[in-house]
């Protein structure tokens, strides 16, 4: 005989940082315990004020451009948010000598892996996100210009051209909200 008990699940928002968010901030706080401050980070490591007033507070200077690094830090290192950044990111702290970690989302990265795959068997690229965020234009940078189109609303979905007979593969943003 089964026993029935009304049961609450109460579910809270937000949920916390995916395992990928609480790596990159690991990253940051182990860098910072093994090089000492200051140590800079490519765009914010999460989009959490509360995290990056912390980081800050123990010496994470928070940067868009490589270039804002000054010349007598460049032996500083330099750390790429969860969020990921475009193949030229990378390509351009090695040519100014800068020492970079990745603390790109496993996830993230494992998208930009697929769009490669993708492109490589010939196939258009139909990328799902948010226009501006550091994601989308990490995951169209792994990409030749062209090569990747975003798509956002529904307009830009009905607005899509595409022949009947091309090859087509979508990625999505991971961190993308949708209401």
Do not use: W
């Not at 690991?26 to 860098?31: G, H, K, T």
């Not at 990625?171 to 949708?178: D, K, L, N, R």
């Amino acid at each position: 005989m089964a026993i029935s008990q009304e049961m609450t699940i109460l579910l809270s928002a937000p949920r916390g940082f995916c395992a990928g968010v609480d790596r990159a901030i690991q990253i940051v706080e182990r860098a910072l315990g093994q090089y000492g401050a200051p140590v800079y980070v490519r765009h914010e490591i999460v989009h959490n004020k509360y995290v990056v007033n912390s980081l800050r507070d123990k010496g994470a200077i928070f940067i868009e451009e490589l270039d804002e690094i000054p010349e007598d830090h460049s032996d500083r290192p330099v750390i790429f948010s969860a969020h990921g950044v475009p193949k030229s990111v990378p390509e351009l702290a090695s040519a100014m000598n800068l020492f970079y970690i990745d603390a790109t989302c496993p996830l993230v990265s494992k998208v930009h892996r697929e769009a490669e795959r993708h492109y490589k068997n010939g196939d258009h690229i139909v990328l799902i996100g948010h226009e501006g965020h550091p994601e989308v234009a990490g995951t169209m940078g792994q990409l030749p210009d062209g090569a990747v189109t975003l798509v956002e609303t529904i307009d830009d979905v009905q607005a899509l051209s595409f022949s009947t007979n091309s090859a087509l593969a979508y990625a999505t943003q991971t961190t993308a909200i949708y209401r």
